[in-house]
């Protein structure tokens, strides 16, 4: 495989592949119930451990 074959790869399948795992991200993040679980493990690191106290 040359560069321009990879480039040719790239330029077509390769901006699909991204752009379908940019939407399937999206919908993932904006899909219904996420954001209580989103806000519960934005609360993660401001928790006390029990070892620290």
Same mark, same amino acid.
Request: net charge negative; hydrophobic share 50%.
């Given at each position: ?6 480039? *040719? ?33 934005? *609360? ?10």
């Amino acid at each position: 495989m040359d560069y321009s074959t990879f480039r *040719q790869f790239a330029d077509s399948w390769g901006l699909l592949y991204m752009f379908l795992l940019f939407i399937g991200v999206i919908a993932f993040i904006f899909r219904p119930g996420s954001k209580k679980v989103s806000e519960e493990l934005a *609360q993660i690191p401001l928790k006390e451990d029990a070892e620290d106290v």
